[in-house]
């Protein structure tokens, strides 16, 4: 902590404990975790993993806090989110140094996020004032009926380690909009962006109670998920993670019939078709397949190449990955930064492994670098094939496997050969194409001609076995509205 104290301007963004009713709890009561630097593995801060007891105080808190909080004017509400939003906006440095720190991305990408993050606290306090309800036309002379739009009650919000910023307000910014109270889980990777966050909630006016963060190390984290989802007092879970464990918490939220929004794993289809603009193609490969060393569930998992340009389109792609620039996100210039832990690592080197052995070859990187553990080098692999294990399962680190096809029926048929269906793009000049692509993927999401489709603007979420729900745009906060009918008889 005393290292972060030199390089964290606003030392009020610095706690290290859980945030309960209002007030910090910064004692170790129960377990310990460290939260470590990837970039050289120093220990940034010693945090408590909560207690049983914490877990549900801070669900009563929320569970206390939440009428109040609903009971305000949506005009009210939306001027303190406003509020939170510009205080991110000044702590943005800070902000972004935290999530370098205990992440690993480059500095510009955190600075990128933290605005990414934000943008959605500016957009849910807009359209906490165009929460609406309906009257019905009347199915009885002598009756009316109208239709309430309701906040859903206290949320559990568990966020992944991959977007420390981001992951948080795009769950917490529509379900204070809504008017509902929340208890954080954040990961165990990345508490301290989390905290800071928490804390600038609450400086901008966010009463006591209704938001609550509690965290614990990794051995913990499943006790504390048990606490938080077996209190029948929570009505929603929204989950950001893998898919085992969105799974498993999903079998847990069965017991007390929680409200779900699960955003999980991906498996995104990139594809390139012979007449694509090759350039772009490899531009857009490059920014979904390494942006955040690859760890983004809607980033570029298979890139399937139609096998006319399927050399030209590999020259260029590792063309550009050689410019990459591997080494500590703080300093200058640096693109890619270290994995988030060694299970990481050594599911990319796993990945690499087996697609070799079943006939892959290595023709960009392959290797950890002499930078340290943690920094794997970004990895081209061409002659890749749908048996190898990089084509099912989630690579989640910078290996890029091309595939070759001959015909778009086969592209498409490969593209959803799979139990995700969260993002895909394809790169295609034809307008015919790109509408029958567009319908027949099995996708939530879809960049044609266009790599980078996240925004506070549109609805992210997936089909099949990536997830329940959207995120942003205005569709984000109808998981946190419930709908009540009134009927009026006797008229
Ligand atoms: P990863 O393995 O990449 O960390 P996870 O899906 O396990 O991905 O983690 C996403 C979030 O879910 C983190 O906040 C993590 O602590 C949390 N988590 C993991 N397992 C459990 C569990 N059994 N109960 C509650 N939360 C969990």
């Known amino acids: 902590m005393e290292n972060l104290r030199k390089v964290i301007r606003n030392a009020a963004v610095l706690r290290t404990g859980h945030l309960i009713d209002g007030d910090w709890y910064e004692n170790i009561e129960r377990n310990e975790f460290e939260v470590c630097n990837p970039a050289n593995g120093e220990v940034l801060a010693t945090l408590p993993s909560a207690t049983n007891a914490q877990a549900t105080a801070a ?73 609406q309800g309906e ?8 009756r009316r009926v109208l239709i309430l739009r309701q906040p859903i009650g206290v949320v559990v919000a568990i966020t992944p380690w991959n977007f420390p910023s981001a992951m948080i307000t795009r769950k917490c910014a529509p379900a204070l909009a809504a008017g509902c109270s929340i208890v954080l ?7 301290l962006s989390a905290i800071a966050l928490c804390a600038l909630a609450r400086e901008a006016g966010i009463p006591p109670g209704v938001i609550n963060l509690v965290m614990a190390g990794r051995d913990d984290a499943a006790a504390l998920g048990r606490v938080l989802l077996s209190d029948d007092r929570v009505r929603k879970l929204s989950f950001t993670g893998s898919t085992a464990t969105g799974k498993h918490l999903m079998r847990l939220a069965a017991d007390n019939v929680l ?27 490059l920014a979904s397949k390494f942006r955040n060393m690859g760890q983004t569930c809607t980033c570029a998992n298979r890139i399937l190449v139609q096998r006319g340009v399927y050399q030209a389109f590999a020259e260029k792609l590792v063309e550009k990955v050689r410019k990459l620039r591997l080494g500590p996100g703080t300093e200058e210039n640096v693109t890619q930064g270290p994995l988030i832990n060694s299970r990481a690592v050594e599911k990319v080197r796993a ?15 392959g290797h950890v670098s002499a930078k340290g553990p943690l920094f794997f080098e970004p990895t081209v692999l061409a002659d890749v094939n749908p048996e190898m294990q990089i084509c099912s399962d989630e690579t989640f680190g910078p290996v890029a496997p091309l595939l ?15 139990q995700y269906g969260l993002a895909g793009y394809f790169y295609t000049r034809d307008l015919s194409r790109a509408f029958r692509m567009a319908e027949r993927l099995e996708l939530g999401a879809i960049g044609i001609n266009e790599a980078v489709i996240s925004s506070e603007a549109v609805p992210i979420g997936g089909v099949k076995q990536s997830g329940i729900g959207r995120e942003g745009a205005h569709h984000g906060i109808e998981d946190f509205l419930e709908i009540k009918q009134v009927t009026i008889g006797g008229l």
């Open 59 to 131: 669900v009563s808190a929320a569970h206390r806090a939440q009428p109040l909080w609903a009971s305000k004017t949506a005009k009210e509400r939306a001027a303190i989110l406003m509020k939170w939003y510009e205080l991110i906006l000044a702590n943005r440095e800070d902000l972004a140094i935290l999530m370098t720190l205990e992440q690993g991305k480059p500095l510009a990408e955190a600075r990128g996020e933290v605005l990414f993050g934000a943008s959605f606290v500016s957009w849910y306090a807009e359209e906490a004032k165009r929460i």
């Open 135 to 142: 009257v019905l036309q009347t199915y009885s002379a002598d």
């Open 185 to 191: 889980k954040p990961s165990e990777e990345t508490p």
């Open 259 to 285: 409200k779900l929004s699960l955003e999980l794993g991906g498996n995104a289809p990139l594809i390139v078709f012979d007449d694509a603009d090759l350039d772009r193609a490899a531009e857009g490969a």
């Open 351 to 365: 990945h690499i492994e087996d697609a070799v052995a079943k006939g892959a070859r290595v023709i960009q990187g």
């Open 404 to 418: 070759a096809f001959d015909t778009e029926e086969e592209a498409l048929t490969l593209a959803n050969a799979t």
